[in-house]
């Protein structure tokens, strides 16, 4: 069975991607930390849809916790193949950087950064062994301008562009593509407290994007056709000037 790995997709843009997989044929393995109502929601609208997954209920930034439980599938689902990895799962916890604590800086790069050393390292393995597959990192827009009160996430979003370009090199001649999607203000849990009214001025669609916007970014580069499509990083926003 071909399977896809969504990071992050109980909720949000991760939940849109889980769809998409679903109607891109893979068996999607639908990651979360927490929510399990939600993280069963759609599991079942995949199953209703025809589609099949399952849950994998790991801590993307717990070294310990990806290895025992996302390694201990690889290691017992020797006939299955992870084609598409999407690491997606991501928080963000703003602070100025004055008053940033260890914790929020620890804990956004552990959840944004770390996580894409600890999950791809596992699956990379049977991705070159197999000679195919797709690798998409969920960055964004602050990773590669940087914004004020997230130097934080704006650090570990550009560390894994950094990241992806660099895995690109290392990984083009099995056939394996390694690329970034970049959202702007997408409507999700994560910027539900933003004042959308006044942010949407400054982009040129005057709207927020919604999650299965980005979800389609992420299908194309997921897609068998995108094989020459490798190192790059493509914005998801509306249009703001990056
Ligand atoms: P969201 O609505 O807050 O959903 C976050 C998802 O990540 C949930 O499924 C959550 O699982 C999961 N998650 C969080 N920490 C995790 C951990 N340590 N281990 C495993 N899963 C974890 O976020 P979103 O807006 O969809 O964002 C998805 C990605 O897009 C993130 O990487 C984010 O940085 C990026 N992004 C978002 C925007 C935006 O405007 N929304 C813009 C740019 C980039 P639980 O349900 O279990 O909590």
Redesign the pocket.
């Known amino acids: 069975m071909k399977c896809a790995l969504v990071?992050?997709?109980?909720?949000?843009?991760?939940?849109a991607i889980c769809m998409k997989m679903m109607a891109m044929g893979y068996h999607v393995l639908i990651?979360?930390?927490?929510?399990d109502v939600?993280?069963n929601n759609v599991l079942q609208e995949i199953t209703d849809n025809g589609g099949s997954a399952e849950l994998l209920k790991?801590?993307?930034?717990d070294k310990e916790e990806v290895q025992q439980i996302l390694g201990g599938w690889i290691d017992t689902n020797t006939d299955q193949q992870i084609e598409v990895l999407v690491n997606?799962?991501?928080?963000?916890d703003d602070s100025l950087l004055a008053w940033m604590t260890d914790e929020q800086w620890n804990g956004v790069m552990n959840?944004?950064l770390n996580?894409f050393f600890y999950t791809t390292r596992l699956v990379l393995n049977s991705m070159m062994m197999n000679r195919y597959g797709r690798i998409i990192n969920?960055?964004?827009?602050?990773g590669i301008k940087g914004m004020a009160g997230q130097t934080n996430?704006s650090a570990a979003?550009a560390g894994v562009i950094g990241a992806t370009k660099a895995l690109a090199q290392e990984v083009g001649r099995q056939g394996i593509t390694v690329n970034a999607v970049?959202?702007?203000?997408?409507k999700?849990?994560?910027?539900a407290n933003l004042d959308e009214k006044e942010l949407k001025t400054l982009i040129p669609l005057k709207r927020f994007g919604l999650?299965t916007e980005v979800a389609y970014a992420v299908g194309c580069l997921a897609a068998p056709e995108a094989a020459y499509i490798t190192g790059q990083v493509l914005s998801v926003n509306g249009g703001l000037y990056t």
């Open positions: 990071t992050g997709g109980s909720r949000g843009i991760g939940k990651n979360y930390r927490q929510n939600e993280a790991f801590d993307v930034a997606n799962a991501g928080i963000r959840t944004n996580s969920v960055v964004s827009l602050s996430y979003k970049a959202p702007g203000f997408i999700t849990d994560m910027t999650p």
